[in-house]
């Protein structure tokens, strides 16, 4: 494999030295869109939130900055975003309002019925199978509860289409894929935005 498709390949599962370097990146890099995304998020009482996919543990971190009554569960299935989500966290953990788990966005390993809000920002290009996975999102959610997804690419976007073709697994929904996902997997509203001049989407989703 070429140094490049190993290094962006890196977004998908990070491991060994290079993803050590992507999940440095992605802590910053990702910042102004993440936070464009929760710009979205109406006034809501949480008491229970989890990043899905939270890569080096920003946006979890985020989530307990924004939400100071909730307790953040911080999820991903690489050793190594896990380690570096609980590096960043590790205050919060400490004082016992985080944890970082490794796990499978295909099989929550959270109890049903027991999040008022879940976030997923720049993964769902990976997850196998959307609506699968948007059934387990739905299964952890609080009724009323909201889903947050944020995503760099529209699907249609040049830039984000040529990525597609050099990871491998990686796949770019538009948002009707993504709202039909949703619907589908019990969601019963939902609403999109696409920013102004950018190819990024942030879709809200209730169950
Ligand atoms: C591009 S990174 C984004 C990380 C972070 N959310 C951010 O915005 O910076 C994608 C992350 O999703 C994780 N991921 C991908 N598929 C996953 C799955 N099925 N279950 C759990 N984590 C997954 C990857 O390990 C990686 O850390």
């Known amino acids: 494999m070429g140094l490049f498709k190993n290094y962006v390949s890196q977004t998908r599962k990070p491991e060994g030295f290079l993803g050590k370097m992507m999940l440095r990146g992605m802590n910053l890099g990702h ?3 993440a936070d464009w995304g929760f710009s979205h998020l109406p006034k809501i009482s949480v008491s229970a939130a989890a990043d899905l996919g939270c890569g080096g543990g920003r946006n979890a971190g985020e989530l307990l900055k924004r939400f100071p009554d909730a307790h953040v569960t911080a999820i991903d299935y690489s050793d190594l975003s896990v380690a570096k989500a609980r590096d960043y966290n590790r205050e919060m953990i400490a004082s016992g309002r985080c944890v970082v788990q490794q796990g499978d966005v295909s099989n929550l390993q959270l109890a049903a019925e027991s999040l008022d809000l879940a976030t997923a920002f720049e993964t769902i290009y990976f997850w196998p ?19 947050m997804i944020c995503n760099e690419s529209d699907g249609t976007d040049a830039a984000s289409l040529k990525f597609e073709k050099i990871i491998d697994g990686m796949k770019n929904h538009t948002v009707d894929q993504i709202e039909e996902a949703l619907r ?24």
């Open 31 to 33: 910042a102004k869109m």
């Open 129 to 147: 199978g959307l609506e699968k996975c948007f059934e387990q999102v739905a299964k952890v959610l609080k009724p009323g509860g909201l889903f």
């Open 184 to 207: 589908a997997a019990g969601f019963s509203k939902v609403k999109s935005d696409h920013h102004p001049s950018k190819p990024w989407i942030t879709v809200l989703a209730k169950k």
